[in-house]
């Protein structure tokens, strides 16, 4: 199968295991309420699966360097398809953390290892473009995934959790089918020989996965708090802001979809990677003084442009400059990428409770320490090659 081919079913399977997970977000705190869940329980309800991902999605990507991506991914899809029917089943609010535990710790599995799945298949040329079609898949079933579980919820708050999983098993049975292994035997001997994950820690790359880090927490703070700011400031709703993230959404996909792969052509992913940071730094200079529907809306989609330039890049880059198996690398910055959804909405509503405006300000700060990591990577990458 050729990579353009490859790479339309890759977009497919991440499209549809979003529109899963996407399906669920609007409807979880209501039907964990109705189970009997405090405010608490339910922090510690989302954020379970986030650390459930962040720990185990280095250890999805070394298996997939082993075994092959077809296997691993397979794993994780059907993880996810029995964590949802697990939570439409749950009658007891332990069932809800139990399905939160297994699906977060086997669909650890599903964004490692796509991504060295385009690793695999793409040219270093194409790379980029590769990395960014994924990224437009996750966006727009992220944008499709809550508007679906909404409308669906009004009669049984059951049913968008078994939607989810019949979404997860129709994937599935796509991976099972259609989807061949791109990990050849050679590869395989190569991964082999891969050094340790503290030798990892040890490269230049490390620095791209604390970059990583930053963006991370400086989005989830911003997830987490602009409802809120946008209520305070220009007395905005759930349908406007659901509009508003629909609109940021698009742009971000448009944006990994099309223009990610020509940039990073052109200017290769380093100039990618700034410019993204550059923009979401505007973005957030720029959302202190939202005003109205429109501002928001324009200001949003300054900072989701910027934002869905980084991750793309990032991951081409670490797949090139890899000294291990993709697996191992796109499984690391997987789990940076959780850490940062893990810290990022408890720290964004402390800086709101001091001052509505400090997540933004702190996502201006956190833009510019990426920025910087990002010069020291340079420097650190240069040293080394000037002394090889």
């Known amino acids: 199968m050729n990579s353009k081919k490859v790479l339309g079913i890759l977009f497919a399977v991440m499209f549809f295991v979003m529109v899963g997970f996407g399906i669920i977000i609007p409807v979880l705190p209501f039907y964990a309420e109705e189970l009997g869940a405090s405010p608490f329980e339910l922090g510690l309800l989302m954020a379970t699966y986030s650390v459930m991902q962040f720990l185990f999605a280095p250890m999805w990507g070394r298996i997939s360097d082993r075994i092959g991506r077809k296997p691993v991914l397979m794993i994780g899809i ?218 928001a809306a324009i200001f949003l989609t300054v900072f989701g442009l910027g934002n869905g330039l980084i991750r793309p890049s990032v991951s081409s880059l670490l797949t090139k400059k890899a000294t291990s198996g993709y697996g191992q690398v796109t499984g690391l910055l997987s789990s940076f990428d959780s850490l940062g959804r893990i810290v990022g909405p408890p720290l964004g509503g402390m800086l709101y409770g001091i001052a509505i405006f400090m997540p933004y300000v702190s996502g201006i700060i956190l833009s510019v320490l990426a920025l910087g990591i990002y010069y020291l990577y340079t420097h650190r990458t240069n040293a080394l090659e000037g002394h090889a």
């Open 78 to 295: 059907a993880g996810l398809a029995l964590s949802f029917f697990l939570l439409a089943l749950a009658t007891q609010l332990w069932m809800l953390f139990a399905a939160r535990i297994i699906g977060g710790l086997l669909s650890a599995a599903n964004m490692p290892t796509v991504t060295a799945y385009v690793a695999d298949i793409t040219s270093e040329e194409d790379r980029g473009k590769g990395m960014g079609i994924i990224g437009a898949a996750v966006g727009l079933g992220f944008i499709f995934g809550p508007a679906i579980g909404g409308v669906f919820s009004s009669g049984n708050l059951a049913i968008p959790f078994y939607l989810s999983g019949i979404s997860s098993l129709i994937t599935f049975l796509l991976v099972a089918v259609v989807l061949k292994e791109s990990l050849t035997e050679k590869g395989a001997s190569q991964e082999k020989k891969r050094p340790s994950l503290l030798a990892a820690f040890k490269s230049p790359n490390a620095n791209l996965f604390i970059l990583q880090w930053f963006v991370s927490v400086s989005l989830a703070g911003l997830e987490a708090t602009f409802a809120y700011f946008a209520y305070d400031r220009a007395g905005l709703g759930t349908v406007e802001l659901g509009y508003i993230f629909m609109i940021m959404g698009l742009a971000g996909a448009i944006v990994q979809g099309g223009l990610v792969g020509q940039m990073t052509k052109r200017f290769g992913e380093g100039k990618v990677i700034q410019i993204g940071i550059i923009g979401s730094a505007v973005g957030f200079t720029l959302i202190l003084f939202v005003q109205d529907f429109l501002t």
